[in-house]
């Protein structure tokens, strides 16, 4: 067997078997696993099951292997030779020039078809290098280079381009087009979906401090929201929605996501379907040993969620019309301002082309769109690389998500109401 090959399954191999001994040893508090035919990330196993050294093995196996390959791999010939009159025929270290006629050596190009720079390309290209060709289809083994294959799936990701169309630039056959999408979908979702997994308690700190810097407010953890993405399915013009949910930090990083919803479900009905409610209910995320005392008031931790979804006290909403100067307006206006990582997040995600319109896919495939163009956006923000970052959405797109319409009532709500009120005094002016 080829050694990259070996070194691929080897790799992928030890992964699954860390996760199994978690699963059949779990801990003191065990984690439910969600439907494997949704997307759900809130750091269920990577955050809160494994210990910080071994969470770091499961990322560092594959780029292990692939430094001990990266030699070879860089020997590998050209799916498609350059010419000789090709300024970057000799250049082996930029990517692009590995991808052939298919794509522009302009760097605003490059970044307009895989939505990242060149050195980023590289890197996710050695990250992903040894799981990417590993299992060709039986007995036709596609003969395509790393670089191909993953540019294949990222055009596709970051175009929304036919697989027609794909076809005829990357010189490959439609069916080839969709196994390398497909085969690309399933090792970022199944490999490396620990990059949106929920904070553990201590890297919560950092998370809450960041915010409080930002709005005044002392123990924020993220702000939740949902959207939905379209889904166009066959050739009969069938549509369909799937209801995302999704927490970011302050840099709009993702923190958790759940993907696999039927669209016509109400954010508050998807919330309390979802892992991430039941985890936070038991006390194995947002568990705030140490309370923040405001006013007498103890403060645990929270998020900071739209009017769709009824008052918490780990879930606050803003007030309804508050008086203007007061310092429930101050609370209301730092509520507005941490929504907006919110809506960056989401616009940047509708920035990758395969969600800013219909995805032609079947339901599954659709959801593990939405997972991984949610990877490559965090994987992004890691690299700071904002090519794909949005900045720009529509304010009325704000201010119709901060309209109160859930339940403030009952003694949960009454509590959240205690909690809320003692924050307002700290929201920045």
């Known amino acids: 067997m080829n050694s990259r090959v070996l070194a691929g ?18 801990p003191p508090n065990p984690l439910s696993i969600t439907n494997p035919s949704s997307f759900s ?23 292990a292997a692939v430094a001990s390959l990266l030699s070879i791999s860089r020997k590998r010939k050209r799916a498609h030779p350059t010419g000789p009159d090709d300024p970057d025929n000799d250049d082996d270290s930029n990517p692009a020039s590995r991808l052939g006629p298919a794509v522009s050596r302009n760097p605003e190009s490059f970044s307009r078809f895989f939505r990242m720079k060149a050195s980023t390309f590289e890197w996710l290209c050695g990250l992903l290098e040894p799981l990417l060709d590993c299992r060709d289809p039986v007995g036709s083994p596609l003969n395509l280079a790393p670089e191909t294959r993953l540019g294949i799936g990222l055009f596709r990701l970051a175009t929304g ?17 969709e196994f390398c999408v497909r085969r690309l979908c399933r090792v970022l979702c199944t490999n490396y979906r620990f990059w949106v997994g929920f904070p553990t308690h201590s890297e919560l700190d950092s998370v809450s401090t960041r915010f409080e810097t930002l709005t005044g407010l002392p123990n ?40 696999g919803f039927r669209g016509n479900k109400n954010d508050l009905q998807i919330l309390k379907s979802s892992t991430l409610y039941e985890d936070i209910e038991n006390g194995v995320i947002l568990n705030s040993e140490r309370p923040v005392i405001v006013n007498g008031v103890d ?51 509708r920035n990758w082309g395969v969600l800013n319109r219909p995805i032609e896919a079947d339901y599954k495939m659709g959801v593990a769109c939405i997972g991984s163009c949610s990877i490559l956006h965090n994987m992004l923000i890691t690299r700071e690389d904002y090519s794909a970052f949005c900045d720009e959405f529509d304010d ?21 109401s205690v909690i809320r009120k003692a924050l307002a005094t700290r929201a920045k002016k």
């Open 9 to 26: 399954l080897i790799s992928s191999l030890i992964s699954q078997i860390l996760i199994l001994i978690f699963l059949i040893f779990p």
């Open 41 to 63: 990330s809130s750091g269920q196993i990577f955050q809160q099951s494994i210990s910080p050294l071994l969470r770091h093995f499961l990322s560092a196996a594959d780029t």
């Open 161 to 177: 381009a036919d697989y027609a169309e794909i076809s005829t630039r990357f010189g490959v056959s439609e069916a080839v087009s």
């Open 220 to 259: 924020c953890c993220g702000v939740i929201s949902c959207t939905r993405f379209n889904l166009k399915r066959g050739n009969n013009n069938n549509s369909d929605s799937i209801a995302t949910q999704i927490v970011v930090d302050s840099s709009s990083r993702i923190l958790s996501i759940v993907a």
């Open 299 to 349: 403060v645990p931790r929270y998020l900071i969620g739209n009017g769709e979804y009824d008052l918490l006290p780990w879930l606050l909403l803003p007030f309804v019309d508050p008086q203007i100067g007061s310092v429930e307006e101050n609370f209301n206006n730092a509520h507005r301002l941490t929504y907006v990582c919110w809506l960056k997040a989401n616009a940047s995600l």
């Open 396 to 416: 009325r797109i704000l201010d119709s998500n901060l309209n109160v319409s859930g339940s403030e009532g009952g003694l949960i709500g009454e509590k959240a």
